[in-house]
């Protein structure tokens, strides 16, 4: 929609009914996906179901459908919670301060990360959405370091704060998590962060930072002042 085309550094231009407008859609689309991966998950207890074979094997044909479902199919309860809350909160904050760029990262991130793990996970099957959490917390993170942008570098540091445990999830420490979906996920991220790091919200250009330097100009009023004032340098050089 049109009204993601603004950012948030331009808030005071924007009304505050269309600032309302931009944080209920970025707001509806996260809660929306939430809102199919429980029922997902709903579905396949009411009717015992196993969706498992809908993941990721990687490097089997029959897993390739996997790179498009898996992240709506949890082995539990707990599985799927872990996931809900940082991807609401992580999707709304990539949609508010991505606006216009937001749905592509997202979209990229998911592909790419799933293809990653169907090319070089290990042999079973890869579930959850754990692989877009992370690519989401990683693209926030780097973006904000890559574009020197004090605003968005603050979005990275709290997640950081809030996520940083999730660290240790791109390492084999536990065989029942696919380690390989949280880093195939992060490196997407990483990947997105930096290719797109001159696209999208634009750090504001400070005033003083098209000031000329102080020094300069009392350096050539110096000279102005005193055009024929010798040059003791070499003097002070030798007697030292």
């Not at 009204?3 to 309302?20: A, H, L, Q």
């Not at 209920?24 to 498992?52: G, Q, R």
């Not at 003083?208 to 005193?226: G, H, M, Q, R």
């Amino acid at each position: 929609m049109s009204i993601f085309k603004y950012y948030p550094r331009n808030i005071e231009t924007i009304d505050k009914e269309t600032e309302k407008k931009i944080f209920k859609y970025s707001l509806i689309i996260p809660l929306a996906i939430v809102i199919v991966f429980w029922l997902v998950k709903l579905v396949e207890n009411l009717y015992h179901l196993d969706l498992t074979r809908f993941g990721i094997l990687p490097l089997h044909v029959e897993g390739l459908p996997g790179i498009l479902f898996s992240p709506f199919i949890h082995s539990s309860y707990d599985h799927l919670i872990s996931n809900s809350v940082p991807f609401l909160i992580l999707m709304f904050a990539l949609l508010y301060f991505y606006r216009g760029l937001g749905y592509r990262i997202f979209f990229l991130i998911y592909f790419l990360s799933g293809v990653c793990v169907w090319l070089g996970g290990r042999e079973s099957w890869h579930i959850g959405a754990s692989g877009i959490v992370y690519g989401l917390a990683s693209f926030l993170f780097f973006s904000g370091v890559f574009r020197r942008d004090a605003s968005l570098l603050t979005i990275g540091i709290i997640v950081v704060f809030l996520y940083g445990s999730m660290f240790w999830g791109i390492f084999p420490l536990k065989p029942e998590i696919s380690w390989e979906s949280h880093l195939w996920g992060s490196v997407s991220g990483l990947i997105m962060a930096y290719y797109y790091r001159h696209q999208g919200p634009v750090r504001p250009i400070a005033s003083w930072e098209n000031e000329p330097e102080e020094d300069d100009e009392s350096d050539l009023a110096e000279d102005e002042i005193n055009p024929e004032e010798p040059d003791m340098s070499d003097e002070e050089v030798v007697s030292h």
